[in-house]
């Protein structure tokens, strides 16, 4: 059964930082693209950071494009946002998602929307506020 669970969020001034992760199971990261997705109290969910599996590719919507950065470790089954420079706008809940892909078309990563992502872990919240 696929899994997904995030941890690391909580309360950080801007300026500040924080790592989340997102930790698999039940199914082999080469096989799938991840993503960060967050969504804020009353807007909709959107993504944020994306990385294939077995390649390695990333991309990052424009605001967290110089402050993000997501990475993965296939050997332990986890994925990892760090998140640096925070600013209060983002705030929000925190999700990762998966979505099979197959290695051949995993040269690079297109951020997909979330209805077109497989499975979904419960999130995990950050607050940025002084």
């Known amino acids: 059964q696929a899994q997904l669970v995030e941890s690391g969020g909580g309360l950080v001034q801007p300026g500040g930082s924080l790592r989340l992760y997102c930790e698999a199971s039940g199914f082999t990261l080469d096989y799938y693209l991840i993503g960060w997705f967050r969504q804020a109290p009353g807007k909709e969910r959107e993504g944020v950071s994306c990385?294939?599996?077995?390649?390695?590719?990333?991309n990052y919507v424009d605001s967290a494009k110089g402050r993000f950065t997501i990475s993965r470790d296939n050997a332990k089954n986890m994925v990892y946002l760090q998140m640096n420079s925070l600013k209060p706008e983002d705030t929000a809940v925190y999700f990762c998602?998966?979505?099979?892909?197959?290695?051949?078309?995993?040269?690079?990563?297109?951020?997909?929307?979330?209805?077109?992502?497989?499975?979904w872990g419960e999130g995990t919240l950050v607050t940025v506020s002084s």
């Open positions: 990385i294939t599996g077995l390649v390695g590719s990333t």
């Open positions: 998602a998966a979505k099979f892909m197959m290695t051949t078309d995993q040269v690079t990563c297109v951020m997909p929307r979330p209805d077109r992502m497989g499975y």
